[in-house]
């Protein structure tokens, strides 16, 4: 498919890098608690933040309608999960690229956006010399620089502020990776930027801490937590941790220290309903497939170029979805909301018989955005009741209202 049309600056003399300054380090940021620190504000596009920070208007309608030509069908059930789609399916590369997190689709994807010149540059995210979890993003230039960013940083990383680099660069076509706060952000001053052509590769994102907030995490749940390399909550209902000498260390979800980790969460990630990025062009992550396998959701056309930069190198099979998730979200409402924290030995039992029984594939999905969203909006509810109504968008309601909250 051919992609839509370019995406054209506004003229260089209402240009934001003219006329604003990034907010100066240390400031409150507009979102103040909420804020996600995407970065914007620490650019000279910092102008456009009222009306472009997700955590001061939701516009979901808006920016599916500009991105993807219409918003989502709220009557169709994948759609009102997943968000606008063309196509959904799961893969895995053939030739997994060594030290990726899991296949590496998404760098690749990367790696072949430069090589075939259909961008000039990627922003992406690398870390910090010091520190593995310290995220610092770039705009990579070479497959090399792209593939050095590999491997996921769970903590809040300010990806927009490398939109300063922009002007003067010469990069005319990007390719920007990014989760749904970021997205969100990107799209809304896209219009304004200096590009040609835009490509959004999305991460599903849910649950990211501060650097502190991660070691809190990391000291409560892992046995060696200064060697994790990376870890990620899986389909099979654990959490699965890489250290530095290859060693591989799973723990029960139902066996984290619930009572230590209840606020160890961003305020913005307990206050987003945008958990499979609705605004990327192509989505690449875990959450809809079965265990092994990566689920992509195609959203537009611009989507479909980026899917066949690869997928001649990609196993594809179709998604599938199996078992029943709506008692487990209830019940675990109820033990999230009560801080409960069982026993390793009962943890490893439920967690068995729900791996074996519980949902998979995009029942699996579902069950963490439902999950997700009830969790949410109790907490916007309890810490930010002003904006309960506002900040929920449609999509969100309708899943969010088939289960009892608890009282505020």
């Known amino acids: 498919m051919d992609a839509p049309g370019p995406v054209t600056a506004t003229s260089h003399s209402q240009a934001p890098h003219e006329r604003a300054r990034p907010l100066a380090k240390g400031s409150v940021y507009p979102a103040k608690d909420l804020c996600s620190q995407c970065g914007l504000c620490d650019s000279r596009w910092v ?10 208007e939701q516009r979901f309608e808006a920016m599916e309608t500009a991105a993807h030509g219409r918003s989502r069908d709220l009557d169709n059930q994948d759609e009102l999960y997943f968000g606008v789609q063309q196509r959904m399916l799961t893969a895995r590369l053939r030739r997994p690229i060594e030290g990726a997190q899991w296949t590496g689709i998404v760098s690749r994807i990367g ?24 995220p610092v993003p770039r705009l990579a230039r070479t497959p ?47 219009p304004t930027l200096p590009l040609d ?24 749940t892992v046995s060696s937590p200064h060697t994790v390399v990376h870890y990620e909550f899986m389909q099979d209902f654990r959490i699965h941790f890489r ?28 206050s987003c309903f945008d958990y499979t990025n609705a605004g990327a062009d192509l989505v690449v992550g875990y ?23 690869v997928e001649p190198e990609l196993d594809v099979a179709p998604v599938s ?21 069982l026993p390793l030995w009962l943890a490893r039992l439920i967690g068995c018989v729900v791996k074996r029984f519980g949902p998979k594939g995009l029942e699996y999905g579902r069950f963490s955005i439902d999950s997700h969203f009830t969790r949410n909006a109790l907490w916007l509810r309890r810490h930010h009741p002003e904006k309960l109504e506002a900040h929920i968008p449609a999509f969100a309601k309708a899943i969010i209202s088939r289960y009892r909250l608890p009282a505020a």
């Open 197 to 220: 052509e835009l490509f959004v590769l999305g991460l599903p994102c849910v649950d990211n801490v501060s650097r502190q907030g991660l070691q809190t995490f990391l000291e409560s």
């Open 144 to 190: 090399e620089e792209v593939l050095s960013a590999r491997v996921n940083k769970p903590t809040l990383s300010p990806n927009l502020e490398v939109l300063e680099q922009l002007p003067g660069s010469g990069i005319r076509r990007l390719l920007a990776i990014g989760v749904g706060c970021q997205i969100q952000a990107l799209r809304a001053v896209q």
């Open 321 to 341: 979805s199996s078992g029943d998730r709506r008692a487990a979200v209830q019940q675990g409402i109820e033990a999230y909301d009560k801080a409960v924290k």
């Open 111 to 134: 790696v072949r956006a430069l090589e075939t010149g259909l961008v000039d540059a990627v922003l992406c995210v690398g870390q910090s010399e010091t520190d593995r979890f310290t």
């Open 243 to 270: 250290h530095s000498d290859g060693r591989e260390e799973t723990v029960p979800f139902f066996g984290l220290d619930t009572p230590k980790l209840k606020d160890v969460f961003a305020p913005s990630c307990l």
């Open 47 to 56: 102008a456009y933040v009222k009306s472009s920070c997700a955590f001061l």
């Open 287 to 309: 959450m809809g497939a079965t265990f092994g396998r990566q689920w992509l959701t195609v959203r537009n056309p611009r989507g479909q170029v980026l899917l066949d930069l």
